[in-house]
């Protein structure tokens, strides 16, 4: 193909030209996405995992047949659990005797910033809301059923991180901890369903007369690292 009269050589410069170019535009695109991804990661592994206020919900529903033994229905208690490690929960629960003594309301090991205990009757919708303790990085829950074993009544969720940027030219990448969802079903004999998703924000309590099954739960206590 040539282009009409004398301007083939011009012709075929300014296509060469436009190739070259594409191909910069294409690598640059490359390298970017790259360096947002490497950018967005050591955002997220420098997170400053600090507190805040109104940060987890729990819903947690209870079966009318609620810790079912000697053929009848029994409330029990659920302990939600903010730790900065994984180990120090699964080393909790895998201890008998210290995880009753921490159920009863004693000090937790170390590792365990705070351990939130409830009564949950049977039959109901309970809507918890904590706050998060500066420098917890997981939440998670022990439900006391009776003649389980804790390792069986028991979840661990991370808490989620979100990563915002800012700037256009030179962007700059940002992490925080994001409000967390705790969704729990509560059985007969053990833990039906146990679902965590990140919030942008707690939202408001659902009106009381579109839960006809809502219910206060009772606060037992609160206990954590001096």
Request: glycine content about 8%; proline content about 8%; some cysteine.
């Amino acid at each position: 193909m040539t282009a009409p009269g004398g301007c083939s050589k011009v012709y075929w410069a300014m296509m060469k030209n436009k190739a070259i170019w594409s191909a910069i535009g294409c690598l640059l695109l490359s390298l970017s996405g790259c360096t947002s991804d490497a950018a967005k990661q050591q955002a997220r592994s420098s997170v400053s995992w600090r507190y805040g206020s109104q940060a987890i919900l729990v819903n947690a529903q209870t079966a009318p047949d609620l810790n079912s033994y000697d053929g009848e229905s029994h409330s029990l208690v659920l302990a939600v659990v903010q730790t900065r490690s994984p180990d120090a929960f699964y080393q909790l629960i895998q201890t008998p005797e210290l995880a009753g003594l921490v159920l009863q309301g004693g000090r937790p090991p170390d590792g365990i910033l705070q351990v939130s205990r409830y009564a949950l009757e049977p039959g109901h919708a309970f809507r918890l809301v904590l706050d998060r303790l500066q420098e917890a990085r997981q939440v998670g829950f022990i439900a006391a059923f009776y003649g389980l074993p804790l390792t069986q009544t028991s979840r661990l969720f991370d808490i989620p991180v979100s990563v915002t940027r800012s700037g256009i030219l030179f962007p700059d990448w940002q992490a925080a901890p994001s409000p967390l969802a705790l969704d729990l079903k509560l059985g007969n004999s053990g833990i039906g369903e146990a679902e965590s998703h990140p919030l942008e924000r707690i939202p408001a309590a659902p009106d009381p007369a579109s839960a006809p099954t809502a219910a206060t739960p009772i606060r037992l206590s609160d206990s954590g690292e001096p």
